[in-house]
Structures are given as structure tokens and as C-alpha cells.
């Protein structure tokens, strides 16, 4: 069974559509966080939820908005693709206080905004 | 400012040991992870150090000195299959990570 399963693998689409990801863990975790890693490997927070509450949010555009209908899901909805939002983009989850188990990845999606 | 300073690539023989460091100035620090990352998968925990001193987990090993904003992640008896990017990240505060770029590690026959 997969801890973290996001969807899809891989996301081509057109400049100015609209397009979801969705991500699902299975640990029972409290926390998810949705991650960008772009061409120079750098992975930067965009979002993290506990108990389906907004904990962080980073500077990232309104065009982005997560949405988490229970602690055991955390989707991304992108408005109007833009060139630059082409990247890797990584769904998480850790539980809370348990930080010595470190945070589980999805498999990431990789979106090609043409 | 947030830093993390990873070298970008490096390069070891199968057998041999690696050691790759990590230095950071950061506003908080409430732990270190190491995480592997093959490329076009997900990153997968390696270690989290907390406390000053080595973490020794099979043949990888961390150590941490949080006077120095040092961090180093030793890998022994490398196999081939130890090629990837080895990514260091410091827990600021409130489930926020800061990231380093990562260091590619090349492992040649």
C-alpha cells in the first residue's frame, strides 16, 4: 500500500488552464505539505495543513489553493498556468510532534506547462 | 536570512567511504533531516539529528554540532546503487523545513 499516493505522475497542459493535484496518505499523519522543486532541485514549502487546517503558507501566488476536505487528503488547485509554475511538485505528510521519523513523499507530479 | 550550503557534486568509488557536509545559518533550529533522492523519485528520510553528536544507522551515518551549523552525512562501503542527491534540511520552527539544493553523489566502479 502506498503511504503517500499522489495524481497524476505526470500533468502536460496549456498556458492559462486550470488543473488539480491530488494527494492521499494512508500513516494517519496529522501535517501534509504540498512542495515545488524546480529545475535547480530546490525544494520550497508552498502549503502545510494540520488536521486540515492552514499552517503555512508561503508566498505563492492566489492562482494556487490547496484544499483539505480531511487530514487525510491535501489537494492543489492551480488557476491559469503560467510557464514558471512548470516543476515537480511534491505532496508530504509527518506526524506532528514525531519529527524523528522524518516527512513521507509522494511520488511527485510533474507538471509541464507548455 | 534562511541559508544552507550543500557542495553541488561529488564523487566516490564503489567500496569507499563519503562523507558529505552540510552548513547552515538559520533563524531556528528544531533538528536536521537527511534525505536521499534518486533522480525523478521522492526524496526518502535517511536521519534526523536533534542533539549534538553521530547517528549511526547501518552503513550511513549523521553527526550534528549545532555551535558549528554543521552537519555531515557519512556513507560507508558505497554501492553503486548510493548514486543520487543527498539533501540537507533544517527544521526552522511550526513544521517549516528549510532545504539545501542537495549534493549529486556520483559512485563510479
Known amino acids: 500500500d502506498t503511504a503517500v499516493s499522489q495524481t497524476p505522475k505526470y500533468l502536460v497542459t496549456q498556458m492559462g488552464n486550470d488543473k488539480s493535484i491530488k494527494c492521499e496518505q494512508n500513516?494517519?499523519?496529522?501535517?501534509m505539505y504540498w512542495y515545488k522543486q524546480d529545475s535547480k532541485k530546490f525544494l520550497k514549502i508552498m502549503f502545510s495543513?494540520?488536521?486540515?487546517?492552514?499552517?503555512i503558507n508561503e508566498t505563492v501566488p492566489n492562482r494556487f489553493s490547496p484544499k483539505s476536505p480531511d487530514k487525510a487528503h491535501l489537494n492543489l488547485h492551480i488557476n491559469s498556468l503560467e510557464l514558471g509554475d512548470s516543476a515537480v511538485y511534491f505532496c508530504?505528510?509527518?506526524?506532528?510532534?514525531?519529527?524523528?521519523?522524518?516527512?513521507?513523499f509522494g511520488s511527485g507530479t510533474r507538471l509541464t506547462v507548455v | 536570512g534562511q541559508n544552507i550550503d550543500q557542495p553541488t557534486e561529488m564523487t566516490a568509488t564503489e567500496g569507499a567511504i563519503v562523507q558529505i557536509n552540510c552548513t547552515y545559518q538559520t533563524s531556528g533550529f528544531n533538528g536536521l533531516f537527511w534525505y536521499q533522492q534518486h533522480a525523478g523519485e521522492a526524496p526518502t528520510f535517511l536521519s534526523y539529528?536533534?542533539l549534538d553528536g553521530l547517528e549511526e544507522k547501518g552503513r550511513f551515518s549523521s553527526f550534528l554540532s549545532r555551535s558549528k551549523g554543521y552537519s555531515y552525512l557519512l556513507l560507508k562501503e558505497l554501492q553503486m546503487k548510493d548514486s543520487a542527491s543527498y539533501l540537507c534540511a533544517v527544521i526552522v520552527s511550526n513544521y517549516q523545513l528549510i532545504w539545501g539544493a542537495g549534493t549529486k553523489l556520483i559512485i563510479k566502479p
Open positions: 500513516l494517519g499523519h496529522d501535517t
Open positions: 495543513y494540520n488536521n486540515k487546517e492552514l499552517i
Open positions: 508530504a505528510s509527518s506526524q506532528g510532534g514525531e519529527l524523528g521519523y522524518g516527512y513521507t
Open positions: 539529528n536533534v
